[in-house]
Protein backbone atom coordinates (compact mmCIF):
# COMPACT_ATOMS: atom_id res chain seq x y z
CA UNK A 1 0.00 0.00 0.00
CA UNK A 2 0.95 3.49 -0.94
CA UNK A 3 1.51 5.91 2.30
CA UNK A 4 2.95 8.59 0.58
CA UNK A 5 6.57 10.39 1.75
CA UNK A 6 8.28 8.38 3.83
CA UNK A 7 9.81 10.45 6.44
CA UNK A 8 11.40 8.42 9.23
CA UNK A 9 12.02 4.69 9.50
CA UNK A 10 12.73 2.59 12.44
CA UNK A 11 13.20 -1.01 13.93
CA UNK A 12 9.13 -0.74 14.99
CA UNK A 13 7.47 1.51 12.59
CA UNK A 14 7.98 3.28 9.58
CA UNK A 15 6.66 6.97 9.54
CA UNK A 16 4.70 9.04 6.59
CA UNK A 17 3.35 12.21 5.15
CA UNK A 18 0.55 11.46 3.89
CA UNK A 19 -2.10 13.85 2.23
CA UNK A 20 -5.97 13.20 2.17
CA UNK A 21 -8.85 15.57 1.56
CA UNK A 22 -6.54 18.36 1.07
CA UNK A 23 -5.48 17.72 4.93
CA UNK A 24 -1.42 16.78 5.61
CA UNK A 25 -0.95 13.81 7.94
CA UNK A 26 1.06 11.62 9.20
CA UNK A 27 0.97 7.40 9.20
CA UNK A 28 2.66 5.44 11.45
CA UNK A 29 3.30 1.91 10.10
CA UNK A 30 3.83 -1.10 12.50
CA UNK A 31 6.67 -3.26 10.34
CA UNK A 32 6.48 -7.07 10.43
CA UNK A 33 9.62 -8.83 12.30
CA UNK A 34 10.22 -11.81 9.93
CA UNK A 35 11.42 -13.91 13.03
CA UNK A 36 8.13 -14.52 14.49
CA UNK A 37 5.35 -16.69 12.76
CA UNK A 38 3.43 -14.84 10.90
CA UNK A 39 -0.11 -15.13 12.44
CA UNK A 40 1.05 -14.57 16.02
CA UNK A 41 3.44 -11.29 14.34
CA UNK A 42 -0.22 -9.39 12.61
CA UNK A 43 -2.24 -10.38 16.18
CA UNK A 44 0.89 -8.75 17.65
CA UNK A 45 1.39 -5.52 15.82
CA UNK A 46 -2.51 -5.06 15.42
CA UNK A 47 -2.92 -5.40 19.38
CA UNK A 48 -0.15 -2.78 19.91
CA UNK A 49 -1.46 -0.44 16.89
CA UNK A 50 -4.63 0.04 18.56
CA UNK A 51 -3.64 0.12 22.17
CA UNK A 52 -1.59 3.13 20.95
CA UNK A 53 -4.70 4.54 19.37
CA UNK A 54 -6.36 4.33 22.36
CA UNK A 55 -3.62 5.48 24.84
CA UNK A 56 -3.45 8.45 22.65
CA UNK A 57 -7.35 9.41 22.53
CA UNK A 58 -7.25 9.16 25.97
CA UNK A 59 -4.37 11.36 26.44
CA UNK A 60 -6.57 13.97 24.26
CA UNK A 61 -9.38 13.59 26.19
CA UNK A 62 -7.67 14.64 29.23
CA UNK A 63 -6.62 17.43 27.99
CA UNK A 64 -2.59 16.49 26.95
CA UNK A 65 -1.53 18.11 23.26
CA UNK A 66 -1.08 14.99 21.64
CA UNK A 67 -1.70 14.40 17.77
CA UNK A 68 -5.49 14.16 16.55
CA UNK A 69 -5.81 10.32 15.12
CA UNK A 70 -7.90 10.38 12.45
CA UNK A 71 -7.74 7.03 11.19
CA UNK A 72 -6.56 3.74 12.25
CA UNK A 73 -5.57 0.72 10.10
CA UNK A 74 -5.13 -2.88 10.88
CA UNK A 75 -1.14 -1.95 11.35
CA UNK A 76 -1.11 1.80 10.56
CA UNK A 77 -2.28 5.12 12.60
CA UNK A 78 -2.97 8.10 10.87
CA UNK A 79 -2.79 11.15 13.06
CA UNK A 80 -2.49 15.08 12.87
CA UNK A 81 0.93 15.95 11.83
CA UNK A 82 2.33 18.57 13.80
CA UNK A 83 4.70 21.44 12.29
CA UNK A 84 7.70 22.45 14.30
CA UNK A 85 10.79 20.98 15.28
CA UNK A 86 11.84 18.51 18.26
CA UNK A 87 12.98 19.48 21.62
CA UNK A 88 16.31 17.90 21.08
CA UNK A 89 16.93 20.06 17.99
CA UNK A 90 16.73 22.90 20.09
CA UNK A 91 19.28 24.83 21.83
CA UNK A 92 19.31 24.94 26.00
CA UNK A 93 18.71 28.86 25.41
CA UNK A 94 15.93 28.69 23.38
CA UNK A 95 14.25 25.69 25.49
CA UNK A 96 14.41 28.19 28.25
CA UNK A 97 13.03 31.00 26.72
CA UNK A 98 10.26 29.12 25.30
CA UNK A 99 9.30 27.55 28.64
CA UNK A 100 9.66 23.63 26.58
CA UNK A 101 10.73 21.49 29.45
CA UNK A 102 8.43 23.16 31.88
CA UNK A 103 5.66 22.81 29.90
CA UNK A 104 6.26 19.11 29.12
CA UNK A 105 7.12 18.26 32.92
CA UNK A 106 3.25 19.55 33.01
CA UNK A 107 1.98 17.79 30.65
CA UNK A 108 3.87 14.28 31.79
CA UNK A 109 2.24 14.69 35.13
CA UNK A 110 -1.28 15.12 33.55
CA UNK A 111 -0.47 11.72 31.51
CA UNK A 112 0.77 10.02 34.92
CA UNK A 113 -2.33 11.43 37.01
CA UNK A 114 -4.60 9.90 34.59
CA UNK A 115 -2.51 6.84 34.84
CA UNK A 116 -0.55 6.75 31.29
CA UNK A 117 3.03 6.45 31.29
CA UNK A 118 4.81 7.40 28.04
CA UNK A 119 7.56 4.91 27.93
CA UNK A 120 10.31 7.01 25.61
CA UNK A 121 9.89 10.42 27.29
CA UNK A 122 12.66 12.20 25.66
CA UNK A 123 13.56 15.49 23.91
CA UNK A 124 12.89 13.80 20.68
CA UNK A 125 9.53 12.90 21.74
CA UNK A 126 8.32 16.76 22.47
CA UNK A 127 6.92 18.35 19.34
CA UNK A 128 7.58 22.05 19.81
CA UNK A 129 5.29 24.27 17.68
CA UNK A 130 3.82 27.96 17.46
CA UNK A 131 0.89 27.22 19.74
CA UNK A 132 2.80 25.33 22.45
CA UNK A 133 4.23 21.36 22.98
CA UNK A 134 2.79 18.11 21.55
CA UNK A 135 4.25 15.39 22.93
CA UNK A 136 4.34 12.17 20.44
CA UNK A 137 5.47 8.48 19.56
CA UNK A 138 2.96 6.61 21.81
CA UNK A 139 4.63 3.67 20.59
CA UNK A 140 5.67 2.26 24.55
CA UNK A 141 3.27 3.57 26.40
CA UNK A 142 0.90 1.80 29.12
CA UNK A 143 -2.14 2.57 31.11
CA UNK A 144 -0.15 1.89 33.90
CA UNK A 145 -0.53 3.22 37.79
CA UNK A 146 2.95 1.73 38.88
CA UNK A 147 5.06 4.69 40.77
CA UNK A 148 8.15 2.26 39.44
CA UNK A 149 7.05 2.78 35.79
CA UNK A 150 6.66 6.43 36.22
CA UNK A 151 9.97 6.96 38.00
CA UNK A 152 11.66 5.29 34.57
CA UNK A 153 9.86 7.87 32.79
CA UNK A 154 11.50 10.86 34.63
CA UNK A 155 14.72 8.58 34.60
CA UNK A 156 14.65 9.13 30.85
CA UNK A 157 14.27 12.75 30.72
CA UNK A 158 16.87 13.33 33.67
CA UNK A 159 19.38 11.42 31.35
CA UNK A 160 18.40 13.35 28.27
CA UNK A 161 18.41 16.97 29.65
CA UNK A 162 20.89 18.94 31.59
CA UNK A 163 20.54 19.64 35.64
CA UNK A 164 19.09 22.57 34.80
CA UNK A 165 16.90 21.47 32.63
CA UNK A 166 15.43 18.60 34.57
CA UNK A 167 14.89 21.41 37.18
CA UNK A 168 12.48 23.21 35.14
CA UNK A 169 10.81 19.66 34.28
CA UNK A 170 10.24 18.55 37.71
CA UNK A 171 8.82 21.73 38.23
CA UNK A 172 6.41 21.62 35.76
CA UNK A 173 6.00 17.96 36.58
CA UNK A 174 4.95 18.93 40.19
CA UNK A 175 2.48 21.30 39.71
CA UNK A 176 -0.02 18.84 37.30
CA UNK A 177 0.30 15.52 39.79
CA UNK A 178 -0.12 15.70 43.18
CA UNK A 179 1.68 12.40 43.48
CA UNK A 180 4.61 13.26 42.12
CA UNK A 181 6.11 13.28 45.42
CA UNK A 182 5.93 9.34 45.60
CA UNK A 183 7.58 9.31 42.12
CA UNK A 184 10.62 10.72 42.79
CA UNK A 185 11.28 9.44 45.78
CA UNK A 186 10.69 6.03 43.21
CA UNK A 187 13.19 7.69 40.80
CA UNK A 188 15.82 8.40 43.32
CA UNK A 189 15.50 5.01 44.09
CA UNK A 190 16.04 2.99 40.75
CA UNK A 191 18.69 5.47 40.29
CA UNK A 192 20.55 4.29 43.55
CA UNK A 193 20.25 0.82 42.44
CA UNK A 194 22.15 2.02 39.38
CA UNK A 195 20.23 -0.12 36.69
CA UNK A 196 16.40 -0.51 35.55
CA UNK A 197 14.25 -3.12 33.57
CA UNK A 198 13.64 -1.37 30.38
CA UNK A 199 10.50 -2.59 29.12
CA UNK A 200 11.24 -4.74 25.37
CA UNK A 201 8.87 -4.72 22.64
CA UNK A 202 9.46 -8.57 22.03
Same mark, same amino acid.
Given at each position: !???? +?????????D??????F?T???????N????? +?????NS +???????KEA???????? +???R????? =???? /?S?? !?????G????LL??????SR?V????G? !??GM??S??????DI???NI?????G???I? /?G? =??M?RS? #?D???D???M #?R????K???? /??????YR?????N???????????G?Y??RS??
Amino acid at each position: !MDYG +IILGKGAEADIYRFTAFGTEMVVKVRNPKAYR +IEQIDNS +IRMARTRKEARIMAHAAR +IGARVPKVF =ALGT /FSIY !MEMIKGKTANLLSEKELDSRGVLRSAGE !MLGMLHSSGIVHGDITPANIMVAEDGICIID /FGL =AEMSRSV #EDMGVDLLLM #ERSVSKKGFGL /FLEGYNYRNSSSGNVIKRLEEIKRRGRYQNRSLD
